[in-house]
């Protein structure tokens, strides 16, 4: 089991950067895949990037990919989620995942969940 904590998330103007953080507790992190995922306002939650064990195999969604690099240090029990030239459409919080699958892309393939936090990219 592990349990999860995002920090990062704040207020952008459109074209900046922001970086998010997840640090993690429990058992055996290196072990898990993890994800970010992310929910705007009157929209369902959807994926936004993976990163396996060894952090050498990364998967982005379409929306994000080029834009965002999602990045681990199991020393440290944290995955982060670096965002560049943010967009309007970036707004929504932003969850970090924890999954035993090796490739989870979907929400029920994701067995630990944080609070999550607010990312607002301004006009």
């Known amino acids: 089991q592990v349990q999860l904590v995002e920090s990062g998330g704040g207020l952008v103007q459109a074209g900046g950067s922001l970086r998010l953080s997840c640090a993690a507790s429990?058992?055996?992190?290196?072990?898990?895949?993890m994800g970010w995922f992310r929910q705007a306002p009157g929209k369902e939650r959807e994926f936004v990037a993976t990163?396996?064990?060894?952090?050498?195999?990364?998967y982005y969604a379409d929306s994000v990919k080029g834009r965002f690099t999602i990045s681990r240090d199991n020393a440290k029990n944290t995955v982060y989620l670096q965002m560049n030239s943010l967009k309007p459409e970036d707004t929504a919080v932003y969850y970090c995942?924890?999954?035993?699958?090796?490739?989870?892309?979907?929400?029920?393939?994701?067995?630990?969940w944080g609070q999550g936090t607010q990312v607002t990219v301004s006009s």
């Open positions: 429990g058992r055996t992190f290196s072990t898990y895949t």
């Open positions: 990163i396996s064990w060894s952090g050498g195999s990364t």
């Open positions: 995942a924890a999954s035993e699958e090796l490739t989870p892309v979907a929400e029920d393939e994701y067995d630990y």
